[in-house]
T-cell receptor, first 113, second 121 residues
Framework: QKEVEQNSGPLSVPEGAIASLNCTYSDRVSQSFFWYRQYSGKSPELIMS????GDKEDGRFTAQLNKASQYVSLLIRDSQPSDSATYLC?????????????FGQGTELSVKP | NAGVMQNPRHLVRRRGQEARLRCSPM?????VYWYRQLPEEGLKFMVYLQKENIIDESGMPKERFSAEFPKEGPSILRIQQVVRGDSAAYFCASSPSGQGKLINSGANVLTFGAGSRLTVL
């Protein structure tokens, strides 16, 4: 059965540092990966998606995908206290059906001022 | 353009009662997904529906849970005879059709609602 694994954290970084969040997956067929941010008591919000090997940058966020090693990571540069949230890694159960996602447990990030 | 609307936002039920959670997808979206988030756990897929059809209910508990998405009106997740273990946040998400193409472009195929938080006393 396909699995997506994340360290639950919490991960604590000082303001302005780089936060590195990691996710591994078990299914070699997986094509696409998503990073969602979830503030406490709120719904998940998509912040990055990646489906090709390598890096994808969007502002302060960089997603990295390594299909050979089956891991995907999210880097947050110049971390801000407002980045404090739980970050969920997700991938479709079936590669071409985008709505049925398997989520990791989530990594709680705390950015200290 | 309203997003995915869920109600009620908070629902309290006593053990043995029924809970009904409603979800109206985004305008133009024809696919609805329900996810459950138990305390201290990640999101778990429950069921995938299109209008008048259940496409995939592989994540739904076999008993007491049911879902529908009628031709008219919102999608409903129904939990009969609730138990304390049903206390969770239930999120609805919707997507447009053609998600197969979208997913391979990395597009955002899912838009989540604010969630309904069920507390069973």
């Amino acid at each position: 059965q396909k699995e997506v694994e994340q360290n639950s954290g919490p991960l604590s970084v000082p303001e302005g540092a780089i936060a590195s969040l990691n996710c591994t997956y078990s299914d070699r067929v997986s094509q696409s990966f998503f990073w969602y941010r979830q503030y406490s008591g709120k719904s998940p919000e998509l912040i990055m998606s990646i489906y090709s090997n390598g890096d994808k940058e969007d502002g302060r966020f960089t997603a990295q995908l390594n299909k050979a090693s089956q891991y995907v990571s999210l880097l947050i540069r110049d971390s801000q206290p407002s980045d404090s949230a739980t970050y969920l890694c997700a991938s479709p159960f079936i590669y071409n059906q985008g709505g049925k996602l398997i989520f990791g447990q989530g990594t709680e990030l705390s950015v200290k001022p | 353009n309203a997003g995915v609307m869920q109600n009620p936002r908070h629902l309290v039920r006593r053990r043995g009662q029924e809970a009904r959670l409603r979800c109206s997808p985004m305008k133009g979206h024809s696919h609805v997904y329900w996810y459950r988030q138990l305390p201290e756990e990640g999101l778990k897929f429950m069921v995938y529906l299109q209008k008048e059809n259940i496409i995939d209910e592989s994540g739904m508990p076999k008993e007491r849970f049911s879902a529908e998405f009628p031709k008219e009106g919102p999608s409903i997740l129904r939990i009969q005879q609730v138990v304390r273990g049903d206390s969770a946040a239930y999120f609805c998400a919707s997507s447009p059709s053609g998600q197969g193409k979208l997913i391979n472009s990395g597009a955002n195929v899912l838009t989540f609602g604010a969630g309904s938080r069920l507390t069973v006393l």
